[in-house]
């Protein structure tokens, strides 16, 4: 069989049988796929130190179109310490992974998720507020769901100034005299409208740093829940545990 190179990301890991593993990794060239890989578990694996949740490498494998496919070696390593590291961090990364694990189905080549992926756990290494990265790759993602909220305009008007609000009944923002058409609007803080704007402009690799207020960062992860629950309608359990996480340091 063919043995490929390719640049890929390891989504999850789960045991199978007493030896054995399985692993999805999300790689640049062929999309997600899943790698059996038999002894795993022995101490001396040369697979052992690079399986890892969040770890980026250059592989070494067989790809199958049909069942599984299959790893010899890797290369190239870059690890996402702080992911791996920190519980609090970890929990966003997987909520992060879990998300990307569910926008694409297996074997579908997508770069731009991909790097965007990629871009998101960089950023994430670099110490920037992991809180905040992950509602931009939230934001981002929703076009990967194939849903493109308007966040340039006000929907009835097409006033490009705000203040604005959003409306799950427009797909999009309202200006302030066109509230009145919508009672069910979010109610969402102006200045958080104009954040996600930004947001939704800047590429994830030009992040230098973040300086958002906890009560903005609060009022921002309302109004994404909000967005998701209606447009996207999945639920993680990774999200759940960020949720139940969070009240721990109330």
């Given at each position: 069989m063919q043995v490929h190179t390719f640049e890929g990301i390891v989504l999850s890991i789960r045991d199978y049988k007493e030896s054995d593993a399985m692993v999805k990794i999300f790689t640049k060239e062929?999309?997600?796929q899943m790698f059996f890989v038999r002894h795993f578990k022995s101490g001396n694996h040369v697979l052992r130190g690079v399986l890892l949740p969040f770890t980026q490498a250059t592989f070494l494998g067989t790809i199958n179109?049909?069942?599984?496919?299959f790893l010899r070696e890797y290369k190239d390593i870059g690890l996402f310490k702080r992911a791996q590291e920190d519980l609090y961090v970890h929990a966003y990364a997987t909520y992060i992974v879990n998300l990307c694990d569910a926008v694409i189905d297996d074997r579908i080549v997508n770069e731009d998720l991909?790097?965007?992926?990629?871009q998101t756990l960089s950023a994430i290494e670099?110490?920037?507020?992991?809180?905040?990265v992950t509602l931009i790759f939230e934001l981002k993602l929703l076009r990967y769901f194939g849903i493109n909220p308007n966040l340039n305009r006000c929907m009835v008007s097409d006033e490009e100034q705000g203040p604005f609000d959003y409306s799950l009944k427009y797909g999009g923002l309202l200006a302030k005299n066109q509230w009145h058409l919508d009672t069910y609007r979010l109610q969402a803080n102006p200045n958080a409208i104009y954040l996600l704007q930004k947001c939704q402009r800047i590429s994830m690799d030009k992040l230098t740093s973040i300086d958002i207020s906890d009560a903005m960062k609060k009022e921002l992860r309302r109004i994404m829940d909000a967005l998701y629950e209606e447009y996207v309608d999945i639920h993680l359990k990774s999200k759940t545990f960020i949720e139940q996480m969070n009240q721990w340091y109330i």
């Amino acid at each position: 069989m063919q043995v490929h190179t390719f640049e890929g990301i390891v989504l999850s890991i789960r045991d199978y049988k007493e030896s054995d593993a399985m692993v999805k990794i999300f790689t640049k060239e062929y999309g997600k796929q899943m790698f059996f890989v038999r002894h795993f578990k022995s101490g001396n694996h040369v697979l052992r130190g690079v399986l890892l949740p969040f770890t980026q490498a250059t592989f070494l494998g067989t790809i199958n179109r049909n069942g599984l496919s299959f790893l010899r070696e890797y290369k190239d390593i870059g690890l996402f310490k702080r992911a791996q590291e920190d519980l609090y961090v970890h929990a966003y990364a997987t909520y992060i992974v879990n998300l990307c694990d569910a926008v694409i189905d297996d074997r579908i080549v997508n770069e731009d998720l991909y790097d965007l992926l990629k871009q998101t756990l960089s950023a994430i290494e670099k110490g920037l507020d992991v809180e905040v990265v992950t509602l931009i790759f939230e934001l981002k993602l929703l076009r990967y769901f194939g849903i493109n909220p308007n966040l340039n305009r006000c929907m009835v008007s097409d006033e490009e100034q705000g203040p604005f609000d959003y409306s799950l009944k427009y797909g999009g923002l309202l200006a302030k005299n066109q509230w009145h058409l919508d009672t069910y609007r979010l109610q969402a803080n102006p200045n958080a409208i104009y954040l996600l704007q930004k947001c939704q402009r800047i590429s994830m690799d030009k992040l230098t740093s973040i300086d958002i207020s906890d009560a903005m960062k609060k009022e921002l992860r309302r109004i994404m829940d909000a967005l998701y629950e209606e447009y996207v309608d999945i639920h993680l359990k990774s999200k759940t545990f960020i949720e139940q996480m969070n009240q721990w340091y109330i």
